[in-house]
């Protein structure tokens, strides 16, 4: 049984959003501060949440500062999955927390099941149901291992938040096509999104900075002005 945890201050938001995604089939373990998620972030590797759903507002600490922490945890823990839920949808709310590292948001007041198909989407794009493909990629010093889900440019280890690695991974397999944003996130999420959803260029900027030399003048993913972007085929 794959484990969710909900840092939410709103225990009778909590209370009913847990009983409907154990209901669906998943274990849930709730905290209602941000000192009590971390703290159960630190637990052994073995126990990690598969995911996390993280509030913006925690009476002890801003959730995008939660979500910094949690990416600077070592080892597994930096790499858990985190959903955040924004209070207002705040489009600038919404970017800082995906310049941090969150997987993705869903603004408040949502319905249930549109939290749940998020994250079973979330949750899918860790590996469930994949096709089969090659375990690893390798263009010139850029190695992306399917089966850790790590990435290293000359041997060297980048992080990437699962989403991030997910977008990449879309990209090498479809190296030399230009695609436009909404077919990347498409062929991530596996649902249309909205044409003016810009979200995935702040994804980008942080794959880039994890992957290429120079940030400003990319050479694995190319900006094609205009249309989107493409994952250069031959790499040094």
């Known amino acids: ?3 969710l945890l909900m840092i939410e201050d709103d225990a ?6 847990g009983e409907y995604l154990e209901r669906s089939g998943f274990s849930v373990t709730k905290a209602g501060d941000a ?3 971390l703290d159960l972030l630190q637990e052994p590797p073995g126990s990690l949440p598969d995911l996390v759903i993280l509030d913006l507002m925690l009476p002890d600490l801003d959730g995008l ?6 990416r600077s945890m070592p080892g597994d823990a930096a790499r858990v999955p985190v959903l955040m839920l924004t209070a207002k949808g705040d489009p600038m709310d919404r970017i800082v927390g995906l310049e941090l590292g969150a997987d993705d948001y869903l603004p408040k007041p949502f319905e249930p099941r549109e939290l749940l198909a998020r994250v079973r989407a979330i949750l899918r794009r860790r590996g469930e149901g994949a096709p089969p493909t090659a375990k690893r990629m390798r263009f010139g010093s850029l190695e992306i291992d399917r089966d850790a889900r790590t990435v290293t440019v000359g041997g060297e280890m980048r992080e990437l938040t699962s989403y991030q690695f997910d ?7 479809r190296a030399g096509r230009v695609l436009t944003r909404d077919q990347i996130m498409e062929a991530v999420r596996g649902r249309e999104l909205e044409a003016f959803d810009r979200s ?3 994804h980008m900027g942080r794959i880039r900075a994890a992957i290429e ?3 400003k003048n990319p050479k694995r993913i190319v900006t094609v002005r205009g249309v989107g ?3 250069a085929k031959q790499q040094d």
């Open 1 to 3: 049984m794959q484990q």
């Open 12 to 17: 009778r938001l909590a209370q009913m959003v």
């Open 35 to 37: 000192k009590g998620g």
């Open 65 to 70: 500062e939660v979500c910094r922490r949690i």
């Open 167 to 173: 977008l990449l991974v879309a990209l090498a397999e």
């Open 200 to 202: 995935i260029d702040v």
């Open 213 to 215: 030399a120079d940030v």
């Open 229 to 231: 972007y493409v994952f």
